[in-house]
């Protein structure tokens, strides 16, 4: 009985010795198959993040890249700036120098003519006349009108002067209406003017009269008109005021 009994505890043994080494055997390739799909899911993770970081990095090389050269480019506009901004300075320097030297001389020659017609009216002044004529042709059968005048009276003082411009043909006349209709004379004055040319009035001569105190001039021209002005603005209300530049003759 002894014998029996002793028998089937080793059996017993033996099989519980079996089965913790199949569980033991069970659990070290449990082990390895959770660490090898453990060190595959790392290596993937890590090689992604690998490709992440190399990614990122060439973005940020690329954009320091494109900064620098936004910097460099930013660098040289300042320069061009600063340099143009020394240039305008310059120019401006120099202008208010002329201007300056310009209302010098203004002032100089104003002293200088103050003292001609002062000189001129106590020898006997100058009498009214005209210096200088002409018609201007303009676009919508628009006329300039330009006529410089002379006058110093004796008394040294600026003379009221009334002129009338009228046109003449055949059969009709035709007095163009002038504005200013007054000047003070005290030297040169200058009457400038525009109208426009009465519908079917072909003028064939041009009369002048000017009234300035107890002194009266009259002159007639033949209708005479220069060059027609082709760049003047195409509507009469956008023409620019008349030109008060002295007239040219022509020789």
Do not use: C
């Not at 453990?38 to 992604?48: A, E, I, S, T």
């Not at 490709?51 to 050269?69: Q, Y």
């Not at 203004?106 to 006349?129: M, Y």
């Not at 109208?195 to 002048?208: A, C, R, Y």
């Amino acid at each position: 009985m002894k014998q029996v009994f002793i028998s089937t505890t080793k059996n017993q043994r033996g099989s519980t010795n079996q089965i913790l080494a199949l569980f033991l055997i069970a659990l070290i390739f449990a082990s390895l198959i959770v660490a090898v799909i453990g060190y595959k899911f790392g290596y993937r993770q890590g090689l992604y993040s690998v490709e992440r970081t190399m990614t990122a990095n060439n973005e940020a090389v690329a954009s320091v890249s494109e900064l620098t050269a936004e910097n460099a480019k930013l660098k040289q506009d300042i320069a061009t700036a600063t340099q143009e901004r020394d240039i305008s300075r310059a120019t401006l320097e120099s202008l208010r120098t002329d201007i300056e030297s310009l209302k010098t001389t203004n002032l100089q020659l104003e002293q200088v003519n103050e003292l001609l017609k002062t000189s001129v009216a106590e020898q006997g002044g100058v009498a009214l006349n005209i210096l200088a004529s002409e018609i201007v042709s303009l676009p919508e059968n628009t006329f300039e009108y330009r006529f410089d005048v002379a006058m110093l009276d004796i008394s040294g003082k600026a003379v009221k002067m009334f002129p009338k411009l009228t046109l003449l043909n055949e059969t009709s006349m035709v007095e163009i209406p002038l504005e200013p209709s007054s000047y003070d004379v005290r030297g040169v004055a200058n009457i400038r003017g525009r109208f426009i040319m009465p519908e079917g009035f072909v003028p064939k001569q041009m009369k002048l009269e000017l009234t300035a105190g107890t002194q009266k001039v009259r002159q007639l021209y033949n209708w005479q008109i220069g060059k027609l002005i082709t760049d003047a603005p195409p509507a009469t209300a956008a023409m620019s005021n008349a030109s008060q530049r002295p007239i040219v003759k022509s020789e």
